[in-house]
């Protein structure tokens, strides 16, 4: 529990970082934007005061002609109409080159201008005025986009960075499970093998003791749950068919071995259920669900297993009477390590997960818990 604490308190900060990182840059790329507005438009005062200085002075010399000329001519970016008092075009510069011959497109260009900044008046002698209309350039506009697409950019980059670790992890942990899975095997089967010699020495000796066969029926749990690590480290073959024989045979077994405080029950289809399982995995499954009622239940209550066929799939819920969970610890139920119990190890529901979604390509989840009412586990596989 602390632990799961551990890793949301870490995606908090990420998310936070993430989020100062975004925003940094939209913030740095706005103030950049807007410098580079100012610019242009000290840009452009400059160019109207090289205007009116060329219209106040009489009979400029060549270096002062030639000084107008280069202020007007450095003027290759920012689009620039100059219409006088009656509205007549006098100078334009900078504009699309489609509309550089329509002096209707022109003055509705000039306009379009004016709702972006106003235009500068220039007053020449004996009442004539002119107005400078001006708007930003083809740069600039483009500009004005780049903060968010940057911010898509950085956030399209940390949500792929994101996935790609978690699929690394995911993919290690997956690795972690089936080496420890066939390791746990391998050190089950070789005491089990030679329980199994000695098993057919005493069986010569005293063939008939009941100690022997209940020996005999450990040592088999024992082969049976061998079985499940090995095949839980490796990709098992789906070669049963029979649902229906699997799930009794299964109940038939945990019903001897459960509290009779428990009042434990089955409904089957009464017909033959064909799905492709692996009835040694489906078998631990069952078997972990069960046991995690009946220790949520404190050894008294009432468990239901039941199949029923829902369209193309085939539906197995597992329901007790037991304490229930709160939505947290619905939450991280599967999560590997996580456990209510003081003394758990949190690996029985992540294998469990483990072997209905990636054997079975089916689902597994809590669909229903409430705190005091007990809990119900649904699984759901596709049919033959």
């Known amino acids: 529990m602390r632990k ?3 890793a949301r308190l870490n995606n908090w900060i990420i998310f936070t970082l993430m989020t100062i990182v975004v925003l940094t840059t939209v913030v740095a790329s706005t103030i950049l934007i807007n410098f580079l507005r100012r610019e242009e438009v000290r840009r452009v005062d400059i160019l109207v005061s090289a205007l009116k200085f060329q219209q106040e002075v009489e009979n400029p010399n060549l270096e002062i002609q030639a000084l107008l000329l280069q202020i ?9 109409i100059i219409l006088d008092k009656n509205g007549q075009i006098i100078e334009h510069k900078n504009i699309p080159q489609d509309i550089e011959n329509d002096s209707e497109k022109i003055i509705a260009l000039a306009k379009k201008m004016a709702k972006s900044y106003p235009p500068i008046e220039i007053n020449l002698v004996k009442g004539n005025r002119q ?10 506009n483009n500009l004005q986009y780049s903060p968010y697409i940057l ?6 980059y940390f949500g792929f960075s994101f996935w ?4 690394i992890k995911k993919t290690d942990e997956g690795y972690l499970w089936a080496g420890l899975a066939k390791e746990t095997a391998h050190q089950i089967g070789t005491p089990l093998s030679s329980m199994i010699g000695w098993m057919e020495i005493m069986k010569l000796d005293t063939p008939d003791s009941e100690g022997v066969h209940e020996i005999e029926k450990d040592i088999e749990r024992l082969r049976t749950i061998s079985e499940r690590f090995s095949k839980i480290g490796s990709i098992p073959e789906l070669n049963d068919r029979d649902f229906n024989a699997t799930i009794q045979e299964n109940y038939d077994y945990l019903k001897t071995r459960i509290s009779r405080k428990i009042n434990f029950g089955l409904h089957l289809p009464n017909y033959t259920v064909s799905v492709p399982h692996n009835k040694i995995l489906i078998s631990w499954v069952i078997e972990n669900l069960v046991k995690n009622a009946v220790d949520a239940m404190k050894g008294e209550g009432s468990i239901a297993m039941s199949v029923t066929e829902r369209n193309k799939n085939i539906v197995i819920e ?5 304490s229930g969970m709160t939505k947290q610890q619905a939450a991280n139920a599967f999560k590997p390590g996580y456990s209510t119990k003081k003394r758990g190890w949190g690996l029985g529901l992540s294998l469990a997960k483990r072997v209905i979604q990636e054997y079975h390509n089916g689902d597994i989840k809590i669909s229903q818990t409430e705190i005091g009412k007990g809990t119900t586990f649904r699984i759901t596989i596709r049919k033959a």
């Open 131 to 140: 107005f400078v209309y001006y708007d930003n350039s083809r740069l600039l």
């Open 72 to 80: 007007y001519s450095s003027n290759t970016t920012i689009p620039l």
């Open 164 to 167: 790609f670790f978690r699929t």
């Open 4 to 6: 799961s604490l551990f």
């Open 318 to 322: 597992v329901q007790d009477t037991g």
């Open 151 to 156: 911010g898509m950019f950085i956030l399209s």
